[in-house]
């Protein structure tokens, strides 16, 4: 069995985030670089798996500058058996669709039964690379998985839905992934599994061997958001914040009238 | 008229007598040493470990420890009663030694007889004395055992048979004293240097020769049966301690106090980190078990024992002993269960008092090494996502690295990358760097530094988390590599002194980083502003009496024996101390301790709320610490405790700043 | 200009997120026609065309004869903008249609200005602009982004769809929330707590002032996955989406999921201890201060109105 997990390095969200020089995207400065909450389910869901069954494969694909190697080897570590870096220093620049059909290029003559993915990113967020490497390779999806099992070529999953509500799904292999929050709770690597991550091969593969189509959409912009209502901020003794928000409560809303 | 007696009188020294005594006695030193050699080979299952360097000193500190008793004097009640038994034993050991000397060896062979004239008096009377001494002590142990009996003392057949045997031996004796006296000595000079064994014969003085005679004969070879008894249970009861704990003193860890082994990690060859089997100890953890004599005084002062949480530290030594000796295959985590190792908040109570030279701690850090490098496990969630955290962004509380240096923008002060000739490198830690509640004190160090014309230097963003916390959580991997940047970092602007406000930073920075090839001087502040104070840099003006009370951190006081620098400082800003029910080495852990501040306290009640309720008690309406990690768990704790607004947690550099001579 | 709306239809019911689609039509001045796998008995109250499969035959989730039934109707209204709700539903099936169709696709759009569609990044800490170089482009509209300006109205014209394409996957029903829960969709005030109450016996305080404001605590996931209160008692994306006249969020910095849960409240109180936490940017009125303090206070004060 033939299993891949596609992962992105992403700030952690708590970063002290600048805007770059151009204003299109976040500066790369001060920034703590992790890998995606999302991708950590996945990864944690395709070794589960391949503990599952016997003789499986386990790829972990990244795309991305030289950093990505970093958060590569803790997947590998994580129990992935081999990894391709897909070396692209401007990967910020290319929009999902993009992505998307270089991840679908390299799986496309590999035959891979199961590929997992986050159901986004934390950064770009737009929760559409699984489905587009999904419908690109013909195969189905699923998305925003909460559960996950794999019995002869069957797959059942369960999909989040809004208001707590879970969805029923089956399908067969091949099929696509993408993983939720609330899936698993990633393992953390254990030491010898670290050391073993060091030898695992980590094939470093140039984009444009891959990239061969161009972008549907780009962002001319990135901004901080303005606050809402002028979002009036209140410092000061306990006491007398309860009273300014007290007078504020009367004025503004119905609720302690 | 000769002041001696007749050694053999009555019982005679014939072959007869003299053949089976000596086959009894040598036979019991057969199975004594065929007792402990059977342990030995237990003990040998453990890994090396080098316990005999530095052996002179080892001797010394072995003989005195044990002549002096003065590890066990460090509780008063059983300490002095245990004491004064020993002593009394002692005694009646080293005199029972003479007599065979003497009646076996010197007098048939040399014709040489020593214990005569005022030698013999003074032989009998200490003999006498300490006979009764120990049998009074004993009755004292006996009552405090079976009678009184404090919480958590377990009593087990051994303590029953050490009793009994004991208190047997001490009165035969007496009796075989007193049935001699009634025949020989009673109406002459010499009885009055017997004076217990008088009380004796008088009291079998109606008896006539005849039977005083056979009574003397029967109960001298119950004596010596009930003596062969007890040398040969020695090392199949608890009167092994006699030897191991003994033994134990030479076999101490000598230091420095809290040294953890810095792993190999590189290690191509280690299939497994940390402890999880009893092959993975090593043969001191082995023996420290066969060392301990369940005192239970580990266990009084455990926080986390304290607050009904599962851990005992005797009962994990104890633990290990039984694995060691019943079922050596056995999984010594699964045996002392996950939820007391993760307990521990290695505030070194137990180790700091235990008579018996035992080392707790390490034990169950090592098996959470093993848990967490070789099964990723950790107490909780919180704790992975903490740890997680150090690697990602260099703390604990998940704050974006580049915010690290932010508090010290007002107040001016440099960072290394800008301007590295500094007095000191005021290495911050993660919490006076991000929490808000501690920041405050980085602030007053800082002013406090500035008052002194001390220069300071920070290292800002590039600073990480020590690896205190990881460490003590048994991440050694991501402690070392932490320990490793700061290590770089540090040399690369060759820094001469680095003063720390967390006294886990501290003790990290100042021994452990030792072991990763790190040699610059490192103070806690307070001994650094101690220093100021006493070259005349810092002087303080006493404000208003405010009633407060100090709280010893463990990785100041216990961990490196500081704990007069605190006290000074507040001495010398007019703050007079109502001490605690226990501070000092006695200090109680605020519960940060061990990695535990990334934890959620799931089980039993908080220990931060026990130690502030200890506070309370004093009348103090000032709670002062001088360790981050205390301060915010005394936060968090009066606000648990009810006790807000009575009772104010303070670092003892806010208490400074506000005194600073204008 | 003209729009396609994937409205949608779950157990039985229209969601109410299906309006959210026409009032961000009604907003661009947009002409529109809805899509909607759904049943002829819940029609939305939609004044237009509304092309209609019928779930019986098709299935809830059913994404690739979905996908089938939506491009038939693309091919045959010529749609600028195919709209859908940025939801479990939405965002599975917009990727299909927009690779279909070779367009873009730009996710939870919060707003549209000058015709640029505007979508949040990095957990809503930063905007971005996006501009789709295609002719036809893919919306996903974040929930409670475009609110309809009254109650909906209308009757649509029904244009029955049919389509023969097998399906991928197959839909075996739902696992409801787990029960015993209370429904804070109707509560008026509520008092949500967040990761920031520290431990789970704070929350009391939280209901406290729940209660003394007559209204209904609710918590953020995390605090939910901790299990320091019920998943009933969720905000947000994954659990319940939420409008009431009062929300003080406590401790809550402010995560995307639970962002878009409790937009729609009228006033927005945030207590937090951190003055740039997200939470703020939706926030009338942010408290920097421990809540552990601050809501205790509150409470006292107003029990004694």
């Known amino acids: ?257 | 008229m000769e002041f001696t007696r007749e050694i053999y009188w009555n019982v005679g020294s014939s072959v007869g007598v003299l053949i089976p005594m000596y086959l009894l006695t040598l036979t019991a030193f057969a199975v004594l040493c065929y007792g402990f050699w059977q342990r030995v080979k237990v003990y040998r299952l453990g890994q090396e470990l080098n316990r005999t360097d530095q052996l002179d000193r080892r001797i010394i500190d072995t003989v005195r420890s044990i002549l002096l008793q003065s590890k066990l004097l460090r509780v008063a009640g059983p300490g002095w009663t245990h004491a004064f038994f020993f002593w009394g034993f002692l005694l009646l050991f080293i005199g029972t030694c003479l007599i065979v000397v003497q009646a076996d060896f010197t007098d048939p062979l040399f014709d040489i007889k020593f214990l005569t004239g005022t030698f013999y008096k003074l032989f009998s009377i200490t003999l006498d004395i300490a006979g009764l001494v120990a049998i009074v002590m004993l009755a004292g142990l006996f009552i405090r055992r079976y009678i009184v009996r404090p919480e958590g003392l377990e009593n087990t057949k051994d303590d029953l048979l050490m009793h009994g045997l004991l208190f047997a031996i001490l009165v035969t004796g007496f009796v075989i004293e007193g049935a001699r006296m009634a025949v020989t000595e009673l109406g002459t000079p010499l009885a009055i240097w017997s004076p217990v064994g008088l009380v004796f014969a008088k009291a079998m003085a109606a008896l006539d020769h005849e039977a005083l005679r056979s009574l003397h004969k029967t109960t001298w070879w119950l004596h010596l049966l009930l003596v062969i008894g007890f040398i040969i249970s020695i090392p199949f009861s608890k009167f092994r301690h006699i030897f191991t704990t003994s033994a134990n003193y030479l076999f101490a860890d000598r230091g420095p106090k809290g040294n953890m082994v810095t792993l190999d990690l590189e290690d191509e060859a280690a299939e497994s980190f940390g402890t999880a089997h009893l092959t993975d100890l090593s043969w001191k953890d082995i023996f420290d078990a066969d060392a301990c004599t369940v005192c239970k005084r580990c266990q009084d002062r455990c926080p986390a024992y304290a607050t009904d949480k599962p851990l005992s530290p005797m009962k994990v030594v104890n633990q290990i002993g039984e694995v060691a000796f019943t079922s050596p295959e056995a999984n010594l985590i699964e045996t002392v269960s996950t939820d007391v190792l993760w307990a521990c908040t290695t505030c070194r109570a137990c180790q700091e008092i235990c008579p018996a030279s035992i080392e707790h701690v390490n034990k169950i850090l090592d098996m959470r090494r093993n848990l967490v490098l070789m099964e990723g496990e950790f107490p909780g969630e919180e704790v992975m996502t903490a740890v997680n955290q150090v690697e990602v962004n260099g703390n604990p509380l998940g704050i974006g690295y580049a915010t690290r240096g932010d508090w010290a923008a007002e107040l001016g002060v440099k960072l290394l990358s800008e301007d590295p000739d500094v007095d000191i490198l005021y290495f911050v830690g993660c919490y006076a760097s991000f929490d808000k509640r501690n920041q405050a004190i980085a602030k007053a160090f800082i002013k406090l530094c500035m008052a002194a014309g001390v220069k300071v230097g920070i290292l800002g963003k590039e600073e990480k988390c020590c690896g205190e916390p990881v460490r003590k959580m048994g991440n050694e991997y991501l402690y070392q590599s932490v320990a490793a940047e700061n290590i770089a970092l540090i040399k690369q602007y060759r820094v001469k002194q680095i003063v720390t406000t967390c006294p886990h930073c501290f003790n990290t920075l100042a021994k452990d980083y030792r072991d990763l090839d790190f040699d610059t001087p490192v103070e806690h502040y307070t001994v650094f502003l101690e220093k100021l104070l006493g070259e005349g840099r810092l002087k303080f003006t006493p404000g208003e009496a405010i009633s407060c009370t100090y709280h010893d951190s463990c990785y100041l006081g216990r961990y490196n024996d500081i704990y007069e620098a605190p006290r000074a400082l507040l001495a010398a800003a007019g703050i007079k101390l109502n001490e605690m029910i226990k501070s000092r080495a006695e200090s109680f852990c605020c519960g940060a301790g061990g990695g535990r501040i990334m934890a959620e306290e799931k089980l039993g009640s908080r220990i931060s709320e026990t130690r502030v309720k200890m506070a309370a008690e004093t009348d103090a309406s000032t709670l002062i610490s001088s360790c981050p990690f205390c301060l915010t768990m005394f936060e968090d704790g009066v606000k648990g405790a009810e006790l807000e607004g009575q009772l104010t947690p303070k670092d003892i550099t806010e208490i400074l700043v506000e005194r600073l001579e204008a | 200009m003209k729009t396609l709306l994937v409205a949608e239809y779950r157990d039985g019911k229209l969601l109410n997120s299906s309006y959210e689609l026409v009032a961000f039509a009604q907003q661009l001045g947009a002409e529109s026609a809805m899509f909607l796998v759904g049943a002829e008995s819940v029609l939305p109250a939609y004044n237009g065309t509304l092309y209609l499969a019928d779930v019986g035959k098709y299935g809830e989730y059913n994404p690739a004869v979905h996908k089938q039934l939506l491009l038939d109707v693309i091919a045959k209204e010529q749609p600028d903008m195919v709209v859908f709700s940025h939801s479990s539903y939405g965002w599975d099936l917009a990727p299909r249609i927009a690779l279909a169709l070779n367009a873009a696709q730009i996710s939870e759009v919060v707003d549209i200005i000058d015709g640029v569609p505007v979508a949040p990044a990095c957990n809503s800490k930063l905007r971005r602009d996006v501009k789709a170089k295609t002719e036809q482009i893919i919306l996903t509209l974040q929930g409670g982004a475009f609110g309809l300006e009254g109650a909906p109205n209308g009757t649509p014209t029904v244009v029955p769809i049919d389509t023969d394409v097998a399906a991928q996957v197959e839909f075996c029903g739902y696992e409801e929330a787990e029960a015993g829960g209370v429904d804070l969709s109707r509560a008026e005030v509520i008092v949500s707590a967040g990761r920031g109450i520290g431990k789970p016996e704070n929350l009391a305080i939280i209901e406290a002032l729940a209660k003394a404001l007559k209204g209904e605590y609710g918590a953020s996931r995390p605090v939910v996955d901790s299990e320091w209160a019920d998943h009933s008692r969720q905000v947000g994306t994954t659990g319940q989406t939420v409008s009431p006249k009062l929300y003080i969020a406590c401790g809550i910095s402010g995560a995307i999921q639970h962002l878009a849960g409790m937009k729609k409240s009228e006033f927005v109180v945030a207590i937090n201890t951190d003055k740039d936490a997200p939470i703020g940017e939706v926030a009338d009125v942010l408290i920097v201060a421990d809540l552990k303090e601050f809501v205790p206070s509150l409470t006292a004060k107003i029990q004694a109105l």
């Open chain 1, 1 to 257: 069995m033939k299993i891949l997990v596609c992962i992105k390095q992403v700030p952690d969200m708590e970063s002290k985030f600048k805007l770059n020089s151009e204003g299109n995207w976040y500066d790369n400065s001060d920034l703590a670089w992790r890998m995606n909450e999302y991708d950590e389910y996945a990864v944690e869901q395709a070794v589960q798996l391949k503990t599952q069954v016997d003789e499986a494969d386990l790829t972990v694909l990244s795309i991305g500058p030289d950093r990505v190697k970093e958060m590569m080897k803790k997947a590998l570590a994580m129990g992935c058996d081999r990894g391709a870096h897909i070396s692209d220093d401007d990967s910020f620049k290319k929009d999902p669709y993009e992505i998307a059909s270089i991840i679908a290029a390299f799986a496309k003559d590999k035959e891979f039964d199961l590929i997992f993915t986050g159901m986004q990113s934390q950064d770009r967020g737009s929760g559409q690379v699984g489905v587009l490497v999904a419908e690109t390779l013909g195969i189905p999806s699923i998305t925003t998985i909460v559960d996950f099992a794999f019995a002869a070529g069957q797959i059942t999953a369960k999909r989040e839905l809004e208001g707590g509500i879970k969805a029923l799904i089956k399908t067969t292999a091949p099929a696509l992934l993408t993983c939720q929050l609330g899936l698993n709770t990633p393992r953390y690597p254990t030491l010898p599994n670290i050391m073993k991550a060091k030898k695992k091969e980590l094939l470093s593969i140039p984009v444009a061997e891959l990239h061969k189509v161009a972008s549907k959409q780009e962002t001319a912009r990135m901004y901080f958001p303005e606050k809402r209502g002028g979002g009036l901020v209140l410092e000061g003794a306990v006491g007398n914040l309860a009273d300014q928000l007290i007078k504020i409560l009367k004025d503004k809303t119905g609720v302690l009238a």
